[in-house]
Nanobody, 123 residues
Framework: QVQLVESGGGLVQAGGSLRLSCAAS????????MGWFRQPPGKEREFVAA????????YYADSEKGRFTISRDNAKNTVYLQMNSLKPEDTAVYYC????????????????WGQGTQVTVSS
């Protein structure tokens, strides 16, 4: 059974930064693309960023381009999301997920999900 465990969330002021981590169990981490999604209060879950198996390719939602950076360390079975210049509208529960696809942006293309970590950005 695959487990994904996010960490690094918290409360930060607007303009600040946070780095989220997602640690995966198992020995096949490098065989899967990884993605980050978020669910703001009262809204649907939305795509944030994705990274390919080896990390050579990334893709971001338009609102995150230039502010967020997704990366991975396959030796540590971990994917990261560096978030800079945070805005109050970035407040959400952030989830990492695993996919057999290339750089999927649709949640249905991901088969395992973490439990989420809360990010709150104050104005």
């Amino acid at each position: 059974q695959v487990q994904l465990v996010e960490s690094g969330g918290g409360l930060v002021q607007a303009g600040g930064s946070l780095r989220l981590s997602c640690a995966a169990s198992g020995r096949t981490f490098s065989s899967y693309a990884m993605g980050w999604f978020r669910q703001p209060p009262g809204k649907e879950r939305e795509f944030v960023a994705a990274i390919s198996r080896i990390g050579g390719s990334t893709y971001y939602a338009d609102s995150e381009k230039g502010r967020f950076t997704i990366s991975r360390d396959n030796a540590k079975n971990t994917v990261y999301l560096q978030m800079n210049s945070l805005k109050p509208e970035d407040t959400a529960v952030y989830y990492c997920a695993r996919s057999r696809g290339w750089l999927p942006i649709v949640a249905s293309e991901y088969d395992y999900w973490g439990q989420g970590t809360q990010v709150t950005v104050s104005s």
